[in-house]
């Protein structure tokens, strides 16, 4: 894993713990998913400051647009096989709406605020049924493809 790469995987994981909150930022008080991957590829210095809000707790459930899977495809470029600090990305509702970082490939595991757990948290993606589910059709993407 090269230096960059680390160093994001490091900072995202300073953010376990942190509770969810739709469009929060703040490490130790609130984030999102977004907001998550966000903080921890702006706050290492790889991409300058992005910030799509506002946006409504539930866009996602009520449009067809891929409103966050185009935001992630201006920075990043598609990629099949994902490697650490990588962004994965699940379908959720009508659209592409949820995103953790990948941290290791296998099994494959992701930090990312999840709504339902409450807060940011690391776990391999088959352990979590909702996100195991093969109507998520993940999708990876990469700052350095």
């Known amino acids: 894993m090269t230096a960059e790469r680390r160093k994001i995987v490091t900072e995202a994981r300073k953010w376990v713990g942190t509770p969810y909150h739709c469009q929060g ?13 966000i903080r921890a590829y702006v706050d290492c210095g790889v991409c300058s400051s992005i910030d799509p809000r506002p946006y409504s ?21 598609e990629v099949q096989t994902p490697r650490p600090a990588d962004v994965a990305v699940f379908r959720w509702g009508r659209c592409y709406s949820h ?23 690391e776990e391999p993606v088959e ?3 909702t996100l195991a589910d093969p109507r998520r059709r993940p999708r990876f993407f990469s700052r350095w493809a």
Do not use: K
């Open 25 to 37: 930022d703040v490490r130790g008080a609130r984030v999102d998913c977004v907001m998550l991957i």
């Open 57 to 77: 707790d539930d866009w996602f459930l009520h449009r067809s647009e891929e409103r966050y899977l185009g935001g992630v495809l201006e920075h990043c470029v």
């Open 99 to 121: 995103g953790g970082i990948v941290t290791a490939l296998v099994p494959l595991t992701i930090i990312h605020a999840f709504q339902p757990a409450g807060c940011v948290i």
């Open 127 to 129: 352990s979590n049924c």
